[in-house]
């Protein structure tokens, strides 16, 4: 297994819910990644976890909690999002930390 | 400050010519820097990396060149198709406020035409 899955694709969601965004991947890569994409921007690098911990943490709003289950499974809670949160949020793996990223196909989370 | 951007935000060639991409970043720190491909509805695709002890490298029908004295950056394309439409963004890796990061350049569309 080559890829690096995300769940769901397409996700809309009110400012008073709480959902979870999924990634998982079997390729035995031990850092995963969050990233948050805007419409024509970059992705911008929300969490980092290495090795199962949280090593990056880019002062992201308390809204999104990431989780680490397992080094396979990574997790981004949201609640109580607005909607300038709407974007593509992007899941990622390296090997080792820092090393090339393989991303995911992202959910599109739209907040009403 | 930290930067990665680049020169040119679209790109059009015609399809068999040569594409172009050039990348700045301001980091001095960073040692290790990727070019990825954006194809509309996907995630990034990582399509060519190169180490800071390193100027030039090259894969199939793709070249990276770094120049560490002026801090540049760029992904060349032989004999650009149709396929190779797309973002391309440049990412750079080092240690910064905070601790290793990834930070993205923000993209160059190249569009093919046939």
């Known amino acids: 297994d080559t890829e690096v899955t995300q769940t769901p694709k397409h996700l809309v969601m009110g400012m008073t819910n709480k959902k979870s965004l999924k990634c998982e991947q079997h390729?035995?890569?031990?850092?995963m990644y969050w990233y948050k994409q805007k419409a024509k921007k970059p992705p911008e690098l929300m969490f980092v976890y290495s090795y199962e911990k949280l090593s990056i943490n880019e002062s992201v709003p308390s809204r999104f909690s990431p989780e680490c289950p397992n080094s396979s499974l990574l997790n981004l809670h949201l609640h109580a999002l607005q909607p300038e949160d709407s974007a593509l949020y992007l899941c990622?793996?390296?090997?080792?930390?820092?090393?090339?990223?393989?991303f995911g196909p992202g959910t599109r989370l739209t907040v009403t | 400050g930290e930067n990665v951007g680049l020169h040119l935000p679209t790109l059009s060639v015609q399809e068999g010519d040569n594409s172009i991409i050039n990348c700045a970043y301001s980091?001095?720190?960073?040692?290790?820097f990727i070019w990825y491909k954006q194809e509309s509805g996907k995630g990034p695709q990582f399509i060519i990396d190169i180490r800071s002890n390193m100027d030039k490298r090259q894969g199939q029908r793709v070249t990276v060149l770094l120049n560490k004295t002026v801090k540049h950056l760029s992904l060349q394309i032989a004999a650009t198709q149709p396929g190779d439409s797309a973002v391309y963004f440049c990412a750079e890796n080092g240690l910064s406020t905070g601790g290793f990061k990834t930070i993205f350049g923000a993209g160059t569309r190249l569009f093919v035409k046939a």
């Open positions: 390729m035995g890569h031990r850092a």
């Open positions: 990622a793996s390296s090997p080792d930390p820092w090393g090339e990223q393989y």
């Open positions: 980091n001095s720190a960073s040692d290790y």
